[in-house]
């Protein structure tokens, strides 16, 4: 009788050795599979990004983390850039007063008659939004705002992510870590 309440004892014990083996495998799997805080980032969803210019003064860097992006398969390498260029211009002169971005972050290069370039220097880029609306409003839609990862700190709370009026900033995978504009 004895044997017999061991024999119990011990199937009842490798039965709980068995669970407790299988919840710590499952719960495991789980951590393996899901991506934590750390291996996370930043990102602007471009299709809700409203271009309040929020993101120039609201970043925790003296100079924003957000820059302009210029989808080139979208672009039209036009002359006449309406994110380059101030809406109400008189004459086409590449003169600063003439330029919309406030820092003259984005350049024009000559590639063949009527075809030019544009690019941005991100160094001088603030991410204020203002060629990303004018593009908007007159142009293609070939440029838009994003987290340049360069310069981010990756914070847990991100200042600007906080005060976006149109909720556009989201945490992704570090795998995928930009969500880019493409043709549709």
């Known amino acids: 009788m004895k044997k017999d309440l061991v024999s119990r004892r011990s199937f009842i014990k490798k039965c709980l050795n068995a669970a407790g083996a299988g919840a710590l495998i ?6 393996i599979g899901s991506t934590t ?9 471009p299709d809700k990004c409203m271009q309040c210019d929020r993101c120039a003064t609201d970043c925790v ?4 983390a957000v820059k302009c992006i210029h989808s080139f398969d979208m672009c039209g390498y036009c002359k006449l850039c309406y994110g380059y260029f ?3 211009f008189l004459e086409m002169e590449t003169g600063a007063e003439n330029q919309l971005c406030p820092t003259g972050a984005i350049k024009r290069k000559f ?3 009527p075809f030019y370039e544009y690019s941005i220097d991100y160094e001088l880029c603030i991410g204020c939004g203002k060629c990303v609306k004018a593009c908007g409003m007159f142009g293609n839609r070939s440029l838009y705002l ?3 990862h360069e310069y981010c700190l990756n914070c847990n709370e991100c200042s600007i992510a906080k005060n976006c009026p149109s909720e556009a900033f989201t945490r992704i995978s570090i795998e995928n870590p930009y969500l880019l504009k493409v043709v549709s």
Request: glycine content about 0%; some cysteine.
């Open 86 to 88: 101030k809406p109400s």
């Open 61 to 64: 860097l003296s100079i924003s």
């Open 26 to 31: 499952s719960t495991s799997c789980a951590l």
């Open 111 to 113: 590639i063949e008659n």
């Open 146 to 148: 994003q987290i340049s």
């Open 37 to 45: 805080a750390s291996e996370q980032v930043w990102q602007i969803d």
